[in-house]
């Protein structure tokens, strides 16, 4: 089993939700390692810089433009680069499909290209997701790797480019790439997630009378990660993990969306009403997300530490 050391760490999407999250984690772990991150937007930098100001570098840019991509990756030379960048909307993308459709292909392909023609070694990890895998029948769970990837969303099909991508530089270029699917984890700087967005919207509630609390569709079955959990099994891929490889990342108990409401409404003992809103409905939902995770534990030795009851009660304490 590997156990590799890295003293450059190239963040894509770095003020991104995922991306800082994973920054905090790393800079705990290891107390040497240097980290550079891209980013289009502010995000959550503040939170870095005030943090980390001396452990971190960061540098604004558009990866949809290459040359700009490939100089800043030849001036840094990571040893290491998570590719988080992407716009994640899934509902979103059903409005402006071409928008990021377009954006989430061309700044993985840049990043790939950018790698392959300055001859790097770098271990890329790629952050692609559990949508890809889109509406599997009951005969498909728990989904393994090898599953076909059958995208129902304009957000799925970017990530099933970004995939396949990944998968072609590695096997044809010799890119050193893994793969990471992850499956729902509990993330308090995304609020258009359910957990987040029912933890939100509860939190406002707590003093006030006649609450409606408005939700999508509450049958969906998905598993769940706390945040830790899901930065330690990324952290755990660069370190350990088959090169080449593709993981399911995600939990072992199955939860109906409306049981994780229905906890957050006991944990807070708020009042409310539940009322489906079609505003947050998606065109096409994933309903059955179940994975099977055993290559990923098996390779790395990673497990599953918190429990759903857990991680909701340190959501509403970061939300607070």
């Not at 899901?230 to 891929?237: I, K, N, P, R």
């Not at 906890?263 to 809103?277: G, M, N, S």
Request: aromatic share 8%; charged share 25%.
């Amino acid at each position: 089993m590997k156990n590799r050391d890295f003293k450059k760490c190239l963040i894509t999407g770095i003020t991104g939700s995922g991306g800082s999250f994973l920054t905090e984690h790393i800079l705990k772990q290891n107390k040497k390692i240097k980290i550079y991150g891209l980013y289009r937007s502010n995000g959550y930098k503040k939170i870095l810089e005030n943090k980390f100001k001396k452990r971190i570098q960061l540098f604004k840019l558009d990866l949809n433009k290459f040359n700009s991509v490939k100089k800043i990756i030849k001036k840094i030379k990571p040893d290491l680069i998570y590719n988080f960048a992407s716009n994640a909307d899934v509902r979103q993308s059903f409005e402006i499909p071409r928008e990021i459709i377009n954006n989430n292909y061309q700044s993985t392909l840049n990043i790939f290209e950018a790698v392959r023609l300055l001859k790097l070694k770098t271990l890329i990890v790629h952050i692609s997701t559990s949508e890809v895998y889109g509406n599997v029948s009951k005969k498909d769970v728990p989904i393994k790797e090898t599953l076909s990837m059958r995208p129902v969303s304009p957000y799925a099909v970017s990530k099933a480019y970004q995939d396949l991508c990944a998968q072609l530089y590695n096997k044809v270029f010799g890119l050193n790439i893994i793969i990471t699917r992850m499956f729902t984890y509990i993330n308090p700087r995304r609020n258009n997630l359910f957990q987040s967005a029912f933890a939100t919207q509860i939190l406002k509630m707590k003093n006030n009378k006649n609450n409606i609390l408005k939700h999508g569709n509450l049958k969906s079955i998905r598993t769940s990660l706390s945040l830790e959990d899901a930065m330690s099994a990324y952290w755990l891929t660069a370190k350990k993990a088959k090169i080449g490889e593709i993981y399911n990342i995600g939990g072992t108990k199955k939860y109906l969306v409306g049981e994780v409401l229905d906890k957050l409404i006991r944990i807070t003992k708020v009042k409310i009403k539940k009322k489906i809103d079609k505003k947050l409905l998606r065109k096409k939902d994933v309903t059955l997300q179940l994975p099977n995770i055993n290559k990923f534990c098996s390779h790395t030795s990673w497990k599953q530490k918190d429990s759903l009851d857990v991680s909701l009660q340190r959501l509403l304490q970061e939300l607070k």
